[in-house]
């Protein structure tokens, strides 16, 4: 059932009924479905890459193993351990790249293993043990000096 602007049950989604889906993402207005081949659909209300309601292939992925949302980024995992973005705000690839239509690759990871995203950062774990982390430093989640609030963590010890 649903009422003018909400489904209230559970319904299938129609565009994705013949695609075989291996796992999904979403936050805020974004969704997000990665299929058993690799390939990223979007849909949703996201302005820097989609405003659709039906499930959209992004172009330009593949081999895709895994996929996250920030608040309005959409990251995707390759299978050769290589990250993607896309969307506005904090994409990890320079200070000057604040949006990006179609994913581009962030070359400073290599040989990633898993991403995961909260609403303004993103942390991905390298093959040889080693974290990385970009976005929003506020109260400390990046692991670095919290740049907002210096006295909360030993910003001394840390080099910029």
Same mark, same amino acid.
């Given at each position: +059932?649903?009422?003018?602007?909400?489904? =209230?049950?559970?319904?299938?989604?129609?565009? =994705?009924?013949?695609?075989? @889906?291996?796992?999904? %993402?979403?936050?805020?207005?974004?969704?997000? %479905?990665?299929?058993?081949?690799?390939?990223?659909? #979007?849909?949703?209300?996201?302005?820097?890459? *989609? /405003?659709?309601?039906?499930?959209? &292939? @992004?172009?330009?992925?593949?081999? #895709?193993? &895994?996929?996250?949302?920030?608040?309005? #980024?959409? =990251?995707?995992?390759?299978?050769?351990?290589?990250?993607?973005?896309? +969307? +506005?705000?904090?994409?990890?690839?320079?200070?000057?790249?604040?949006? &990006?239509?179609?994913?581009?690759?962030?070359?400073?990871? *290599?040989?990633?293993?898993?991403?995961? /995203?909260? /609403? =303004?950062?993103?942390?991905?774990?390298?093959?040889?043990?080693?974290?990385?982390?970009?976005?929003?430093?506020?109260?400390?989640?990046?692991?670095?000096?919290?740049?907002?609030?210096?006295?909360?963590?030993?910003?001394? %010890?840390?080099?910029?």
């Amino acid at each position: +059932g649903r009422d003018q602007r909400n489904w =209230l049950q559970p319904e299938p989604i129609v565009k =994705l009924s013949s695609v075989k @889906v291996s796992c999904t %993402a979403c936050w805020h207005d974004t969704s997000m %479905a990665l299929d058993r081949d690799g390939h990223v659909w #979007v849909w949703g209300a996201n302005s820097y890459h *989609q /405003a659709t309601a039906i499930p959209t &292939q @992004v172009e330009g992925l593949s081999d #895709v193993k &895994q996929i996250e949302c920030l608040s309005t #980024v959409q =990251l995707a995992l390759c299978r050769d351990g290589s990250v993607f973005s896309w +969307g +506005g705000g904090f994409l990890g690839h320079s200070p000057t790249i604040i949006e &990006q239509r179609t994913p581009r690759r962030i070359n400073s990871l *290599q040989n990633i293993t898993s991403i995961s /995203a909260g /609403a =303004l950062h993103a942390i991905a774990l390298c093959a040889d043990g080693t974290l990385w982390s970009w976005g929003s430093s506020r109260d400390g989640k990046l692991g670095h000096c919290d740049v907002d609030n210096p006295a909360n963590t030993n910003c001394d %010890a840390e080099e910029h």
